[in-house]
């Protein structure tokens, strides 16, 4: 869509009224997406000619639309996404945290089955959701290539995609990635994917349950990137800076209003 490469969005839960989220915690719920502003996300980009892909399309044919993935497994993947998702004519990848499975809220495995029969692309989203930087070798094999092929014998077809809870990532999640058989990690970096961009390092933006049609306007056309990429720069040094649980309390202050 944009001229600069394509945006890649990242969604989590969807909030339908009358139904508890999966997690009551307020850093969980701010990306909790409302039904009716996933509705006119959507709607917007059918109407502006933007059709929304998966990561395969993404990296089969970057510049023509923009990706849409889900991550964790929620079962509003299946009953709430899928069928809007499907009556537009769109694809998305949903990314699955294959230990979390038949818990309350989220999808159990026959459900992970429907998702591939309904047509939509699923990548691994890890085993436990750790964040991969505090695990050691043994813990990443684990929660990549283990859960790659835990989630291939659920759902009977290959995986080759990745997301990284938390959004944290280093080089030895790449190689353990690519040893695994995996063909791509998506990331929380902010910005666009090009046909240059790394496969193991794509870009994501967080469609969080804030943001207005006018805000997600901006984000699908590549612009406003800049101070939210800002942001998120100064959130990596202070990542750099402190410990991860210290690192999270700040996170929820300084990402109050972006
Ligand atoms: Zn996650």
């Known amino acids: ?27 969980y719920a701010k990306y909790a997406v409302s039904i009716t502003s996933f509705r006119e996300q959507m709607q917007f980009l059918k109407d502006s000619g933007t059709p929304g892909i998966n990561i395969s399309q993404l990296l089969s ?3 023509n639309g923009v990706a849409l993935t889900f991550d964790d497994g929620c079962e509003t993947d299946l009953i709430t996404a899928t069928p809007l998702l499907k009556e537009l004519g769109f694809s998305a990848t949903f990314y699955i945290t294959v230990g979390f499975l038949g818990n309350r809220g989220f999808m159990s495995k026959q459900q992970v089955r429907g998702l591939v029969q309904s047509g939509m692309e699923i990548g691994c989203h890890s085993l436990s959701h750790p964040y991969l930087t505090d695990l050691d070798e043994a813990g990443l094999r684990r929660e990549i290539a283990d859960a790659k092929k835990q989630l291939e014998d659920i759902s009977g077809i290959s995986i ?23 063909e791509s990690i998506a990331t929380s970096e902010i910005g666009l994917n090009t046909s240059k961009t790394n496969r193991y390092s794509l870009a994501r933006i967080a469609v969080t349950e804030e943001v207005t049609l006018t805000q997600f306007r901006r984000l699908c056309s ?3 990137l800049w101070s939210k ?3 998120s720069g100064g959130l990596k040094i202070a990542k750099r800076m402190m410990g991860n649980s210290a690192y999270n309390r700040v996170r929820s202050v300084l990402l109050k209003d972006s």
């Open 222 to 224: 590549g612009s406003g």
């Open 160 to 182: 080759h995609h990745y997301s990284c809870p938390g959004g944290r990532w280093d080089e030895r999640v790449v190689d353990i990635a690519r040893q695994a058989g995996y």
């Open 61 to 63: 044919s970057p510049g």
């Open 1 to 27: 869509m944009s001229a600069g490469g394509t945006v890649c969005l990242m969604y989590h839960e969807i909030q339908l009224p009358g139904r508890k989220l999966c997690d009551s915690d307020p850093g």
């Open 229 to 231: 990429g800002l942001k």
